[in-house]
């Protein structure tokens, strides 16, 4: 495989035989996973590839695994700034008409780049997504990442409608985007540091055009506790309070794009059809009386307002009920059974 840099402000067309892809490695004190990662990508069935590693100050053996690849790769070695910020790099490095970014503890499967390439031959594709296949404790399980069924098509109005986290996609590995879309939101504001990129993007992708899914796994998702999801497993008051606070930081974000491309939002309207955020505010004010609270009938009035049946929403209303009625420890059980905090 022959691995092509382009010179500064080359393009290559969406429509070309063969685009160049740029494949755009994150990394902070992964080296344990690095090597598996990389070798992942250049052993590709894709000649026209180019593969950034952007390590973001860390402080374990991860050179040593990059000067490995030395040749077959770009690296870039930044003080530690968080993963917006070494995305934000990696993309200013990168050329490819079609860019993917990948999590340095996870790596692709074979024939992943050429799957994506593909899926963006498609008119007006911004992102194609692929079901990750989850590695836990060093085994291949049969569960999938996303569990639920991910969201594809036109999703414009879905977004404007209900805000950030409308709907199901795949974490970010197991992504590949337009580099028509990223010129319009890359830079991500370094103030958002503490928010996954991931979620930055899929909010807006929607604003820019479809996503498709491939039909074959693309990427290894790894589950370990020193994951970045794996610091919201438990629904203890930190974790909430982090998710409300990149839920508030997304919407704004939201909505300052579809701005810009003349689209007028409600926040506010995006927080009172999320059951999800309005439980976690709930929870929150249980464990802590000084945080504010949404009253009974906005809490069960966001029941009815998910897709699906009216039994389906009548469901959750009574679910919601139980969290507001049950003890403390019993609401947050509950919580815990139908929010997974990770995938907000």
């Known amino acids: 495989m022959a691995l092509l840099a382009l010179r500064s402000g080359e393009t290559v067309s969406g429509h070309d035989a063969q685009p160049l892809v740029s494949v755009v490695i994150t990394n902070y004190n992964y080296g344990r996973y690095l090597s598996q990662c990389i070798h992942s990508v250049v052993a590709q069935n894709y000649a026209r590839l180019e593969v950034i590693v952007v390590d973001d100050g860390s402080t374990d053996d991860s050179r040593t695994a990059i000067a490995s690849y030395s040749s077959r790769i770009c690296a870039?070695?930044?003080?530690?700034?968080?993963?917006?910020?070494?995305?934000?790099?990696?993309?200013?490095?990168?050329?490819?008409?079609?860019?993917?970014?990948?999590?340095?503890?996870?790596?692709?499967?074979?024939?992943?780049?050429?799957s994506h390439v593909e899926a963006h031959r498609e008119s007006g594709v911004v992102r194609s997504q692929a079901y990750l296949t989850v590695l836990n404790d060093s085994r291949l399980s049969a569960g999938t990442m996303p569990q639920k069924r991910a969201a594809e098509g036109d999703l414009r109005e879905l977004i404007l409608a209900r805000g950030p986290?409308?709907?199901?996609?795949?974490p970010t590995s197991g992504n590949a985007w337009a580099r028509s879309f990223l010129e319009q939101?890359?830079?991500?504001?370094?103030e958002l540091k503490g928010v996954p990129q991931d979620a930055l993007l899929m909010d807006t992708a929607p604003l820019f055009g479809k996503t498709v899914t491939l039909k074959a796994r693309a990427a290894v998702y790894r589950m370990h506790q020193d994951s970045?999801?794996?610091?919201?497993?438990?629904?203890?008051?930190e974790n909430m309070q982090k998710i409300l606070v990149h839920y508030e930081k997304r919407s704004i974000r939201l909505a300052e794009v579809a701005a810009t491309?003349?689209?007028?939002?409600?926040?506010?309207?995006?927080?009172?059809?999320?059951?999800?955020?309005?439980?976690?505010e709930y929870l929150s004010r249980r464990l802590s009386p000084g945080f504010p609270a949404p009253q009974s009938p906005q809490h069960f009035g966001s029941a009815f307002k998910i897709r699906g049946t009216f039994w389906k929403r009548l469901l959750l209303a009574s679910v919601i009920?139980?969290?507001?009625?049950?003890?403390?420890k019993v609401a947050l059980r509950i919580a815990s059974r139908i929010i997974e905090l990770r995938s907000m």
Request: proline share 7%; glycine share 10%; hydrophobic share 45%.
């Open 76 to 114: 870039s070695f930044q003080s530690n700034g968080g993963v917006i910020s070494a995305t934000n790099h990696g993309f200013r490095l990168s050329h490819g008409s079609v860019v993917i970014f990948l999590d340095a503890d996870d790596y692709l499967l074979p024939g992943a780049v050429h």
């Open 165 to 170: 986290g409308a709907y199901v996609c795949s």
């Open 321 to 328: 009920l139980g969290i507001r009625v049950a003890p403390t």
């Open 261 to 280: 491309l003349g689209h007028r939002t409600s926040p506010p309207v995006w927080k009172a059809s999320n059951w999800r955020i309005l439980t976690l």
């Open 185 to 190: 939101v890359l830079p991500l504001p370094e």
């Open 228 to 237: 970045a999801s794996a610091a919201f497993v438990g629904m203890t008051l």
